[in-house]
């Protein structure tokens, strides 16, 4: 493979394959029609899935793009049952506070159509829970530090990627946040460079499962073309 060195790094040919304008609509159209079917799951089966099926869900979001490359993410996945039910209890704490005492009338009539409050059983039944973790900087060595840019905007993207495939792979999952989410650091014994980003369990939905009768936005409603 020929190489091509640009600021004194090698780069190579970038080559994929064209398409034409009916097949690229077809897969375009296709692909929506296949995405428009996912939605966040609240009621999980413990259905093994099989552990490769998770590495390349995870390979998957690692494709994402990232600021400068650094890729700054950390995708922390627990089957472990005595962590699991250490994860629920501490963020049921946290979550039954904030549906108490912390959270706004409004915020409470905008959840309303959801379905959602403080008890999170999902993250004991669902057979994985991957957490997140963005990586605000690295260590070079023993104690120098190099920055990581665009944090929040990579690992969101990463985890857009990540969603992605776990729909695409035939499983469901639930994007959870917690706040606050330290408890996760603690609970997983993370490196300080590291924090909570997102909390998701990820399985086959539960054989009597039910969601929001809800729609979304259509594209005038989101989209702007100049």
């Known amino acids: 493979m020929s190489k091509k060195i640009i600021n004194g790094y090698p780069f190579i040919p970038y080559s994929k394959k064209t398409i034409g ?8 159209a296709a692909f929506y029609q296949w995405m428009d079917e996912r939605r966040s799951c609240r009621d999980f089966s413990d259905r093994p899935v099989p552990k490769q099926v998770i590495e390349n869900i995870l ?11 650094k ?15 250490q994860i629920r209890e501490a963020a049921e704490k946290e979550e039954k506070e904030s549906y108490e005492n912390r959270m706004s009338e409004e915020w ?14 999902f993250i004991e039944t669902a057979p994985y829970i991957i957490v997140v973790f963005s990586r605000s900087y690295e260590m070079e060595g ?11 905007e990579s690992v969101g993207i990463a985890c857009g990627f990540l969603l992605a495939a776990i729909h695409h792979a035939g499983l469901v999952a639930l994007t959870h946040t917690p706040s606050p989410m330290n408890f996760l650091s603690k609970t997983l014994n993370r490196p300080e460079n590291e924090r909570p980003y997102l909390l998701i369990p990820v399985g ?3 054989d009597d499962c039910w969601v929001p009768d809800i729609k979304r936005k259509t594209l005038d409603e989101f989209a702007e073309f100049y």
């Open 21 to 28: 304008a009916d097949e690229m609509t077809e897969k375009a």
């Open 59 to 69: 390979l998957t979001a690692s494709t994402a793009p990232s600021g400068a490359h």
């Open 71 to 85: 890729q700054p993410w950390t995708f922390c996945v627990v089957s472990d049952h005595t962590i699991k039910k």
């Open 108 to 121: 409470l009539q905008d959840l309303a159509p959801i379905g959602t409050d403080w008890n999170k059983p």
């Open 142 to 152: 023993t104690n120098k530090k190099h920055q990581n840019y665009y944090v929040k």
């Open 204 to 206: 086959h939905c539960a």
